[in-house]
């Protein structure tokens, strides 16, 4: 399911509007243990390396929303965040990396090739973007 999400979200990128660039900054200071609501905002590596505009996706399926728990758990709309192709279900962050375990292999599943992890490209107390394999997804934080 996670699969069709991704496929349909690139699929539906050509087809959505220009979003102000959004500045990035690291912050040491702010967690990432909470729960954190897709913005539907994304942006794509162009050709050159360079990083495009943001762009809102326009799609019928819900995106989940991310939890980290401050056990180490990693949640998806609430559930065990391993699925094939996605995460896992424990994660640890170091410097501005996430790193996740306890994934699910799935060795009929056509996977893409992605980093191990996941980088924390800014997060503030209500705002976190993530480089989650060649795209950046921002999420607000569900207060």
Known sequence: MKLIILFTSIFLLACTAKEDQLVSAESTSVSIIGKWSPTYLTQARNADGTWGAWQRINTFVALPVYEFTSDGRFLTDGKPGANCCFAGNKYAVAGNT??????????????LACPSGWTIIDIKSDTLVLEECSTRNKYLKVK
């Open 98 to 111: 996430v790193s996740f375990s306890e994934v699910l292999i799935c060795p009929n599943a056509l996977c």
